[in-house]
């Protein structure tokens, strides 16, 4: 397997560096933002092309477009909340990136922003960094239109980018147990069941885990509603 060098640790701090991840054909770089917030930005980029996809432009352009320099062809935003999107603007403004959310998510992106979704995503949706391919997950709860990421690599494991639906230790926050039912069900239909336990995955916040570390839980985090 090409899969991530031993040097990555995916543990990343608001002010610090960030952290690079080189796969086969795709290069992860993980930095945090907002001493506050502490927000996850995931920038990857095609090894082969060079294109570059952006996940949530969360906070700090200062921060964001040194790393990405001179081209981003895509930012997708993961979910409405007003913590995942204060940069969007001026980093579109600068790159002239095009901009994809969830569907039912768009219309709050674009009136907090000012910035137009210019493709809505629903679940089974595909998009491309250069050669490489990502699946769309929508999972409903979090947010109604909150959305995850899946890069199946032809050379090692499945990675994964969940935004806030999926931390190490449970699911994001929900309000009404409506919600929480339903971010449960869209998690292990369509994250735990087709995906194998060596599936890194990437947070909104804090550090990553795999599915396999977190799979044994899933009936305590029912139990429990949270």
Known sequence: MSDAPTTYTGAVKPGGPADVRELG????????????MSNNCYLLRCRSTGEQLLIDAAAEPETLLPL???????????HQ??????????VVAA?????????P???????ATGVPVSRP????????????TLEVIALRGHT???VA????????TPHLWTGDSLFPGGPGRTIVPEDFTSLMADLEARVFGPLPDDTWFYPGHGNDSTLGVERPSLGEWRARGW
């Open 68 to 78: 990405i320099g001179d081209e981003l062809a895509t930012v997708v935003t993961t």
């Open 25 to 36: 054909r795709l290069t992860v770089t993980k930095v945090a933002v907002d001493a506050q």
């Open 81 to 90: 909340h007003w913590d995942h999107h204060r940069a969007l603007a001026e």
């Open 144 to 146: 109604p239109g909150s």
């Open 121 to 132: 995503l629903s679940h089974g949706d595909t998009l491309t960094v250069g050669d490489c």
């Open 95 to 103: 790159t002239g990136a095009a901009t994809l959310a969830g569907e």
């Open 105 to 111: 998510d768009a219309a709050a992106i674009t009136e």
């Open 149 to 156: 990421l899946v890069y199946r690599d032809p050379e090692g």
